[in-house]
T-cell receptor, first 109, second 113 residues
Framework: DAKTTQPNSMESNEEEPVHLPCNHS???????IHWYRQLPSQGPEYVIH???SNVNNRMASLAIAEDRKSSTLILHRATLRDAAVYYC??????????FGPGTRLSVLP | DTAVSQTPKYLVTQMGNDKSIKCEQN?????MYWYKQDSKKFLKIMFS???????INETVPNRFSPKSPDKAHLNLHINSLELGDSAVYFC????????????FGSGTQLSVL
């Protein structure tokens, strides 16, 4: 399973944009980039995923570098409810979802 | 309807006991998983199962065994519980294709006394 690297923690102010980086230099051509988050005392939940092009949904945007060796999850306006651990995961065909330590995002009021 | 449901939510038991955690998904997924999240909050995959193939994380003790009566269920049996088994256990499911999402249950907090 391909590996990702994320900062251990990040801080943001409420209502400001947040850019959460992820490095995945060993990504293969068929690996999808997935992002999940885990709110306190809950199971992880899906945020967004993509292959090559940038993606937007109602929760976030995913910006994927042209060489696909890195990506950035963008929360356009952080709220207190966005405080969570964010996980960046690569998944190829038939592979499991392998979670790293993720980035703990703190949102300050 | 809850997509992935697991029971019980809390499980407190004595060392040496045998216990089970049940998991059901109503999403029609072909692959189910068990994850363990310890006190340091690392999420580690224990098993993945797609009704033909069981993949076991080699670090999982053989006291842990998944049992799948059908595609929608993957129960976790734990024999001879130890203190170190205390953790939150999450069931999850997905389709096998790499662009498919993973759905988690709400977790079972296991405390071994």
């Amino acid at each position: 399973d391909a590996k990702t690297t994320q900062p251990n923690s990040m801080e943001s102010n409420e209502e400001e944009p947040v850019h959460l980086p992820c490095n995945h230099s060993t990504i293969s051509g068929t690996d999808y980039i997935h992002w999940y988050r885990q709110l306190p005392s809950q199971g992880p939940e899906y945020v967004i995923h993509g292959l090559t092009s940038n993606v937007n949904n109602r929760m976030a945007s995913l910006a994927i570098a042209e060489d696909r060796k890195s990506s950035t999850l963008i929360l356009h306006r952080a709220t207190l409810r966005d405080a969570a651990v964010y996980y960046c995961i690569l998944r190829g065909g038939g592979q499991n979802f392998v979670f790293g330590p993720g980035t703990r995002l703190s949102v300050l009021p | 309807d809850t997509a992935v449901s697991q029971t019980p939510k809390y499980l407190v038991t004595q060392m040496g006991n045998d216990k089970s955690i049940k998991c059901e998904q109503n999403l029609g997924h072909d692959t189910m998983y068990w994850y363990k999240q310890d006190s340091k909050k690392f999420l580690k995959i224990m098993f993945s199962y797609n009704n033909k193939e069981l993949i076991i994380n080699e670090t999982v003790p053989n006291r842990f065994s998944p049992k799948s009566p059908d595609k929608a269920h993957l129960n976790l049996h734990i024999n001879s519980l130890e203190l170190g088994d205390s953790a939150v256990y999450f069931c999850a499911s997905s389709r096998r294709e790499p662009n498919e999402k993973l759905f988690f249950g709400s977790g079972t907090q296991l405390s071994v006394l």
